[in-house]
Structure formats: structure tokens, C-alpha cells
């Protein structure tokens, strides 16, 4: 089997540093024929899509930019999407749970056929791209949340919180990245379709993320505990 890689970002990366028989593709989504010549040139089996735009420092970044963020977000995707279609090639669209805001009304959590709240920008983006692709043949939708890695990284929730002065005393769904290398290695053996969840089970709470943190890495480490309304 061969697998290509869309977007040399940090999961883009870690997935082709994980699969032996993954290419890690540097070809623009939004450029169909880019991705045609990428197709050609590798042959693929199943692409998985990890190009995305969160903003800088945050999403925050994209309430002021949406053309750049709806374009990379859902336009791209689309196109990417397009071509897997002509050619009968499998793929793996890497989303977002971000897309619900407040507690699940099941004690299991958020389920996939939930009607969704998103409230930012770039959520809306996620999931306008996911209400197309979850209907499409031989095409999967993976949400996940904020990635905990055992591998440094400024995407990595460990070094995400400790590198804030105020963290938000929440608790929120979080996806290890080792167990998510296995479910999407998983979804493309198979051939899943749809909508998947792909956060592990329970939830985590900042506080005692950073609290580990401490015991663990710096017992020096400081910050500020604020509310979510702040």
C-alpha cells in the first residue's frame, strides 16, 4: 500500500515519520493539477489531507483573515477531494472537533450524528468541509481535538499550556497522537467512510495536565488560572 501525505505540518509529518509506506506530498491542494501530477508521480492508494489553517498564535488569527481561512479550510479540501473522486483513490480528510461548544446532552461524550454549534470562524470552515466530504464514496472525515504527543512540538498540548501566562481552568477532549496513528492506519486498511471521532475516551482538565507538568518537567513552572468568560 502506498499512502500520500498532504501538508508537511506537525501531524502531516508524524504520520509519514510512522507509515514506511507513507510520501509526505509539499503539493498545493488548492492547484488541482498539482495534485493530479502528485497522483501520477506517486500512485497512491489512500491520501490523507493535513493541510489546515488554525492562524497565528491562534484562531483567533482567523476571524480577520477568512478568505485565507476558508480557502485552505474548505475551498482546498474540496478541490483535493475532487480529484480523489476521478481517480477512485481513498481519503482521509483530518478535522476538527472544535465544532461543539458547551457538555454533550449523552454521558458518552459528542457523537458523530450530533448537530453541531460551532462558534468560531475557523470551526464553521472545518465543518462546512465536513457536511460535503461525509457524503462522498470512499471518503472518511477524522475530527480530533487537541493533540497530546509524547514528542515535543508547538502543537503539542503539553507545550501549548505550558507556554501560556493565563490558561483557562477547563476540561476539554483530547486526542493522543500515538492512538490516532493507529485509528486512521486503521480507517485506510478498511476503508471506513464517514465520520469518525477520533478523541480518546474522558476528558482532561487543564489544571491537572499542568500540574503533571510540574511534577514531572519544571517544579518552577508558573501561570495564571482565569474562567472561560474571561
Known amino acids: 500500500m502506498k499512502i500520500l ?7 502531516g509529518t508524524r504520520m509519514a515519520q510512522a507509515w514506511p509506506d507513507a510520501i509526505l506530498s509539499t503539493a498545493r491542494i488548492d492547484d488541482k493539477n498539482a495534485v493530479l501530477r ?5 500512485k497512491p492508494d489512500a491520501v490523507v489531507n493535513a493541510v489546515g ?7 483567533d488569527w482567523c476571524e480577520t483573515h477568512q478568505t485565507e481561512t476558508f480557502r485552505s479550510n474548505t475551498l482546498a479540501p474540496l478541490i483535493l477531494a475532487e480529484a480523489c473522486q476521478e481517480r477512485g483513490i481513498y481519503l482521509i480528510q483530518l478535522s476538527s472537533g472544535c465544532i461543539f ?6 454521558a458518552q461524550g459528542w457523537r458523530e450524528e450530533d448537530a453541531t454549534n460551532p462558534q468560531a470562524f475557523y470551526s464553521r470552515t472545518k465543518y462546512a468541509t465536513d457536511l460535503i466530504l461525509s457524503r462522498l464514496p470512499n471518503t472518511a472525515v477524522a475530527r480530533l481535538r487537541l493533540p497530546l504527543d509524547h514528542l515535543p512540538a508547538p502543537q503539542n498540548l503539553i507545550d501549548k499550556l505550558s507556554a501560556y501566562k493565563k490558561v483557562i481552568d477547563v476540561q476539554n477532549s483530547v486526542t493522543v497522537v500515538e492512538d490516532l496513528l493507529q485509528v486512521l492506519r486503521q480507517l485506510i486498511e478498511k ?11 474522558g476528558a482532561l482538565r487543564y489544571r491537572d495536565l499542568i500540574q503533571l507538568y510540574r511534577e514531572y518537567v519544571d517544579p518552577n513552572h508558573t501561570n495564571e ?6
Open 5 to 11: 501525505i498532504f501538508g508537511a505540518g506537525y501531524l
Open 38 to 42: 502528485a497522483f501520477d508521480e506517486h
Open 53 to 59: 489553517k488554525k492562524g497565528t498564535p491562534n484562531i
Open 101 to 106: 461548544y458547551g457538555d454533550s446532552p449523552d
Open 191 to 201: 476503508r471506513g467512510t464517514g465520520i469518525f471521532h477520533c478523541t480518546n475516551p
Open 225 to 230: 488560572w482565569i474562567q472561560d468568560q474571561e
